[in-house]
């Protein structure tokens, strides 16, 4: 495997349009994009050019430096690399905790025709009255953080009888083969470790789980 700062010299040379064709660069000019003495850049240069990455013109005040194909495919597999640890997103997140009681609020929420209506038009269900209160595990709460990016539908506040009722956020998601969705109250009291879930079935029933049982929650793919 190519040393990383090897790698570090061939990004710096590609970028600068060494993978296209001769690139002017002088030691004080890859020094100063590496953070390297002079005297360190004209080493790496040399070393890339024995190992076969680069191939070198001298010219009076620095040097052409162009990278052959042995170089652009040392770049190509950290290009992959790369590729392969960010595409790993598009696979989904997993959010694991234990099944926690609330108060039952969730189940008056949840019984509101004008939030059951917005449920139904963006999730595709008419949901159960009642949310299934999850406390994430200590490993979930920073992927709870990170869903935060997603594309959360928005559930919009209304007001009847006299009363307003807040905006909500809600995100598909899946629990086993259950298609749910991840409900966020704008004025909830919940602290972050605790995710609200919603289902067109009664979700304890159906998956036989009780308070402090072990459930997951697929988001994404
Ligand atoms: C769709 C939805 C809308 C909500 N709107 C409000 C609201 O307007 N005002 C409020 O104080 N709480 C609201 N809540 C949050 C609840 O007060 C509470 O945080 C939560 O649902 C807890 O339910 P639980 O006691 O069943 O665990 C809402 C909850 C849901 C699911």
Not at 70 to 87: A, T
Not at 142 to 153: E, G
Not at 207 to 212: A, N, P, Q, R, Y
């Amino acid at each position: 495997m190519i040393p990383a700062e090897d790698l570090q010299c061939l990004k710096a040379i590609a970028l600068g349009g060494g993978c296209r064709g001769p690139v002017f660069v002088s030691t004080q000019s890859i020094g100063e994009m590496l953070a390297i003495s002079q005297q360190t850049a004209s080493r790496r240069l040399k070393g890339l050019e024995t190992q076969g990455f680069i191939t070198r013109t001298m010219a009076a005040d620095g040097q052409h430096v162009t990278l052959t194909r042995h170089g652009e495919e040392e770049l190509r597999k950290e290009f992959q690399d790369y590729c392969r640890i960010f595409s790993d997103h598009t696979k989904g997140y997993t959010l694991s905790g234990t099944v926690v009681s609330g108060i039952g609020e969730g189940k008056y929420y949840m019984s509101l025709p004008a939030y059951k209506e917005q449920f139904n038009t963006h999730l595709g269900f008419v949901p159960y009255p009642g949310t299934l209160n999850i406390r994430l595990s200590p490993a979930s709460v920073p992927v709870r953080k990170k869903i935060d990016a997603l594309n959360w539908v928005r559930i919009k506040g209304f007001s009847t009888d006299g009363r307003t009722f807040g905006d909500a956020r809600c995100l598909p998601c899946r629990i086993g083969d259950i298609s749910c969705g991840i409900v966020v109250p704008g004025r909830t009291h919940y602290p972050e470790d605790i995710i609200e879930v919603i289902a067109p079935i009664a979700l304890r029933r159906r998956l036989g789980v009780g308070d402090t049982d072990n459930v997951s929650v697929e988001v994404g793919q």
